[in-house]
């Protein structure tokens, strides 16, 4: 199996294996206990919210959730006034600003996938917006909507699930979602970094272990969602080197035929969201079923629904229809992408010669 698919998923860091199996093994006590082995376990989950932290804005602290969608969740829902956010947002972000009640307001994107930061009406309370987009790979202008947002004396919420480690996050924020299986760490584990001087009320009742957030936390996930953040730190520069030629062996071979979907130049390009006229999607995929790709977000596989990101860049739903996801990064080889890339080319010249 060739694996194609980081931004669902991301393939687990041996390193971060390690630092998980003491805890697995033998270390089990209670990291909220205060006997020695609870202490022992609460500093290694300690050890992790530093690593974690290390790649984030000074003057704020990190809580562990049981990943991206919890923080999201308790983020927008522990907000006052109106929310404005983008078109092309997760599911996580759309789904509960809807379930709110509150007032919404939805910022279009042009056909790149770029949000142009507009004037704010009073009454906002937080705004919230993706660094890096999850099918189309586009980099919003993060640190221009936070200046705007603090204008009007409203909130900045930043999903940076896909873009933490890879790209800078601006000072200017005062919410950041992250997620540990997204940056070759493990899965159930996430984190919302608050800025100092906000209080959100309670998403989780039933003992307030994170100062905020009820619940036992898991040493074994902390500590290798802590690695995983340190991986992101100390291999930063060889990672994005990587990503970058591998997107440029890509373009390269897939040829005039494939249309690129969303911004070429602000984009993280470990993200190659590509179109072919006419191309049956789900035929692909039986066709090459030893090759892991996405059709859209993993979220929405599966409704029947075309992508509303695709659907917000302009394309219709032909386009979106005939347009898949490919994702890489650390661990895959030049070879894997070529092969890859020659059998998809194959078996989509098939369907149209």
Partial sequence: MIYLDYQATTPLAPEALKAMLPWLEQGHANPHSPHRAGRQARAAVEVARDQVAALLPQGGRVVFTSGATEALNWAIKGASGGIVTTAIEHAAVLDTAHATGRDLTILPVDDEGLVAPASLAPGVGLVAAM????????????????????RVGARMLCDAVQGYGRIAIPDGVDLVALSAHKIHGPKGIGALWIRDGITLPPLL??????????????PALCAGFGVAA????????EDMAHVERLWAVAIAQLGPDWTINGSTERRYRGNLNVRREGLDVARLMSDCRDIAFSAGSACASGSGRTSHVLRALGLGDAQARSSIRLGFGRYTTEADLTAAIARLDAAARAQRP
């Fill in 230 to 237: 340190k991986l992101m730190a100390t291999r930063g520069e």
């Fill in 205 to 218: 009742h039933g003992g307030d272990q994170e100062g905020g957030r009820s619940g036992t936390l898991s």
């Fill in 131 to 150: 660094l890096v987009n999850n099918e189309i790979g586009t980099v919003q202008p993060i640190a221009a909507l936070a200046e705007e947002t603090h």
